[in-house]
């Protein structure tokens, strides 16, 4: 059975602990860092030839040219169409949802004009096209393909451009058919940095994208930092984080089994209990113990619940959000009376699921939020995927002559201050003829 590190507000070392819990570090070594400037400078010289060399080594796909990386549109509809039924509804119910929140994320343009007609704005526009990267071998993910390439699809991006390895050439059936659902444009079976090269830099099959999206191991996470410049990326994504604040009032059985879920993930997944109950707490262990055996991923849950797992006892609820706002997890239940009592004291989360009925998987698949989301602490800064991931905003400045005096007489004086003269001349000729 686990042993979960138990940690109580009361003691004098409690802070130092919980930063000491909840750091990470996934900078990939120089091994790793190594390997994977060697792969994005073969594939950024040699192109398809290097792109083949590698899926062949590390995929064992025998393909002769690099046009059999690409799955073709009708193989997507034929994972769509052969699917079972409550599959394929399951698929669409979930990108339905999933659609009908991202467009109310949508950016608009806007603009006003002055009283001197001088007309200020913001022009709003899709990124051209953007690479999704779809973890496969241990896991598939149809789910991230559905939470990646919907908002882009939303956001009005003309094309999208998937990559998935398939080891051994088995393809998910799940994830075409997520694709299709999707609207995914073109799809290849690539994998590793070599995938993340191909999307950053472009080859004579793969096109170019702008942005990168989409979780991936280790090589993938250190191919998206070096490559971060040249083109967007979406994040650097840690290990997965469910936070439960509990008034000791759920049902334990809940509780474990919600931190199971984000545990399941992999090893280094960190599920966090916080109560003022420490009876509760009790009953949670009896539970974890009593429910632990019969999971399918019980080796990676209980390796997780072993590393990084911890069990909270704070003083109230009060204190609870305070912990919670120091932890900033990626997924924060509020499993207690009146949840929205204690939501305007949180203030670093990437997604909040309110009330005992809420459980975290329900974001996970279907609920409309995306799941993407910010881990590590870093939702202290930053935010859940969404449309406005996939559209640029640019200023509009439209002066009036009367605006161009006014405003060129305000430059002027600002850039001779530091010593640019021709932005100060350049602005004083407009001013001049106004």
């Known amino acids: 059975m686990p042993t979960i590190q138990r940690l109580n507000t009361i003691h004098a070392d409690f802070w130092p602990r919980l930063e000491a819990l909840t750091a990470w570090e996934g900078v990939a070594d120089e091994t790793v860092t190594a390997t994977v400037r060697e792969i994005l400078a073969q594939v950024r010289q040699r192109g398809d030839e290097a792109l083949l060399e590698y899926t062949q080594r590390f995929d064992r796909l025998a393909g002769e040219h690099a046009a059999d990386l690409e799955v073709p549109v009708a193989r997507r509809e034929q994972a769509l169409t052969s699917l079972p039924a409550i599959q394929r509804t399951a698929l669409e119910t979930a990108a339905t949802r999933i659609r009908a929140y991202a467009e109310r994320q949508k950016l608009e343009p806007w603009a006003f004009t002055e009283v001197d007609g001088t007309v200020l704005g913001q022009q709003v526009t899709p990124l051209d096209r953007v690479g999704l990267y779809v973890p496969g071998g241990k896991a598939a993910y149809p ?165 990084r797992a911890a069990l909270i006892q704070v003083r109230d609820l009060t204190e609870a959000a305070e912990v919670a706002n120091f932890i900033a997890p990626e997924h924060l239940e509020l499993s207690i009376e009146k949840p929205e009592e204690l939501l305007p004291l949180i203030r670093h989360a990437g997604a909040i699921f309110l009330g005992r009925y809420t459980a975290e998987a329900l974001g996970d698949y279907c609920a409309g939020p ?36 006014m405003l060129g007489s305000v430059a002027s004086v600002l850039a001779r201050g530091e010593g640019l003269t021709a932005h100060a001349r350049s602005a004083e000729f407009r001013r001049a003829s106004a």
């Open 370 to 405: 995306n799941h993407v989301l910010p881990t590590s602490r870093t939702a202290r800064f930053s935010s859940p995927l969404g449309v406005y991931d996939f559209q640029k905003r640019t200023s509009l400045i439209h002066c009036s002559p009367m605006g161009a005096a």
């Open 143 to 307: 789910s991230s393909v559905l939470m990646n390439a919907i908002p882009a699809k939303v956001a009005g991006v003309p094309e999208i451009v998937m990559v998935a390895p398939t080891p051994g050439g088995e393809l998910n059936e799940l994830v075409l058919a997520a694709a299709a659902v999707a609207g995914v444009d073109r799809v290849f079976t690539l994998g590793g940095a070599q995938a993340i090269a191909a999307l950053a830099y472009g080859t004579a099959t793969v096109p170019r994208v702008d942005k990168i999206v989409g979780p991936g191991n280790i090589y993938v996470a250190a191919a998206k930092r070096q490559v971060f410049g040249a083109m967007g990326i979406d994040m650097i994504a840690g290990p997965s984080e469910i936070l439960v604040v509990c008034d000791g009032l759920t049902d334990p059985d809940w509780i474990a089994m919600d931190l199971f879920s984000q545990a399941e993930h992999d090893e280094d997944a960190q599920p966090i209990l916080i109560s003022p109950d420490a009876d509760f707490m009790e009953r949670v262990t009896a539970s974890i113990e009593r429910l632990l055996p019969e999971m399918e991923r019980r080796t990676v849950i209980e390796a997780a619940l072993n590393r």
